[in-house]
C-alpha cells in the first residue's frame, strides 16, 4: 500500500524558513516522479512543485520559483521542499504527491496519490 | 498565462447523472495534457479518480467516468450519491514537469 507521510509544517515569521519532509514507503521510490501541491485556507488546489524519480530535474510554479526548492533522497525515500523568504501567502495545507501506478509520459507528473498534508502558517 | 476553467458550481439529484468539464482560456484540452480528477471533501486530502484521460485509480466505482468532450475534458457521473457531493478538481500537463489545476467545482446533490 501506497503511503506518504508528510512533517515539518508548523508556523513561521514572514522572511522565515521551514523543510517539509515526505516519507514514501509502498512503491519503488526512485521510479516515480513527486510533487508538492498546497491548499490556502477555502481555496483550492494549487501545484507548486515537482522533481523526476532520478532527482535530475525540477520544476517550480511562478510563486514560488527563487524561494522553494525540491529535493528527494531515494536512499531514504523521502521527498524535500525547502522553503526560504516564506510570505503570508504561502499558508496553505502541503500536499506530497505520487504520479499513478500506470502512469506514461505526461501523466506521471500528475497527482496520483496523496499524502494526508502539513500545515504551514505564515504569520508574525 | 493559461488558465483551467471548470464551473464554479453544479448541482444533481440522486440517481441521476452529471458532467463536470475542465477547459483552457485559450484552445482545447486533448488527450496529450493527461487530465485527471480528484474529488475532495472538507478537511480531507484529495483523492483520484481518474487520470490520463480516462483511466480510473484504483477503487474507483465504474460510476465515475473520464473523457473529452468537444475541446475540453470532462468527468461524468453517473448514478450520483449523496456522498458524492463534493469538490472536485481537474489537472491539465502543461509540459516541461509542470500541471495547473482547475479552480474546481462544488458539486451538490440534492
Known amino acids: 500500500e ?6 515539518g509544517g508548523g508556523l513561521v515569521q514572514p522572511g522565515g524558513s521551514l523543510r517539509l519532509s515526505c516519507a ?3 512503491f519503488t521510490f526512485s521510479s516515480y516522479a513527486m510533487s508538492w501541491v498546497r491548499q490556502a485556507p477555502g481555496k483550492g488546489l494549487e501545484w507548486v512543485s515537482a522533481i523526476s524519480g532520478s532527482g535530475g530535474s525540477t520544476y517550480y510554479a511562478d510563486s514560488v520559483k527563487g524561494r522553494f526548492t525540491i529535493s528527494r533522497d531515494n536512499s531514504k525515500n523521502t521527498l524535500y521542499l525547502q522553503m526560504n523568504s516564506l510570505r503570508a501567502e504561502d499558508t496553505a495545507v502541503y500536499y506530497c504527491a505520487k504520479g499513478p501506478r500506470y502512469c506514461s509520459g505526461g501523466s506521471c507528473y500528475s497527482p496520483g496519490h496523496w499524502g494526508q498534508g502539513t500545515l504551514v502558517t505564515v504569520s508574525s | 498565462q493559461t488558465v483551467v476553467t471548470q464551473e464554479p458550481s453544479f448541482s444533481v439529484s440522486p440517481g441521476g447523472t452529471v458532467t463536470l468539464t475542465c477547459g483552457l482560456s485559450s484552445g482545447s484540452v486533448s488527450t496529450s495534457y493527461y487530465p485527471s480528477w480528484y474529488q475532495q471533501t472538507p478537511g480531507q486530502a484529495p483523492r483520484t479518480l481518474i487520470y490520463s484521460t480516462n483511466t480510473r485509480s484504483s477503487g474507483v466505482p465504474d460510476r465515475f467516468s473520464g473523457s473529452i468532450l468537444g475541446n475540453k475534458a470532462a468527468l461524468t457521473i453517473t448514478g450520483a450519491q449523496a456522498d458524492d457531493e463534493s469538490d472536485y478538481y481537474c489537472v491539465l500537463y502543461m509540459g516541461s514537469g509542470t500541471v495547473v489545476f482547475g479552480g ?4 451538490t446533490v440534492l
Open chain 1, 2 to 7: 501506497v503511503q506518504l507521510l508528510e512533517s
Open chain 1, 24 to 26: 514514501a514507503s509502498g
Open chain 2, 104 to 107: 474546481g467545482t462544488k458539486l
